[in-house]
């Protein structure tokens, strides 16, 4: 027995012959749609992880310019943010946005 040597590669695509009309039509394909996204959940969350530790970094490191140098940093980890979590409304990602206030006349 030995290794087979190379790259490992993973499927990270979502699986195929899933139908959001109709989703337990086929419950194999069901699961893998939300194991699929379970997956890409934590990896989102994974991501804002590290750009928070990224922010935290350059808030010790620039002191009282922080407000200038980490400006990109606040934006990005704002934009990793927003629509991720395990929140129980069940709400579109691009739904969870700063709330506009309605136009009063």
Known sequence: MGRKKGTVEFDESPPDGYDPENPY????VYFDMREY???EKWIDIEKAKILREKLKWCYRIEG???LQKCRHLVQQYLDATRGIGWGKD???PSLHGPKVEAESE
């Open 25 to 28: 039509k086929d419950p194999v």
């Open 37 to 39: 996204q379970v997956r």
């Open 64 to 66: 009282v310019n922080h």
């Open 90 to 92: 069940g709400r579109h």
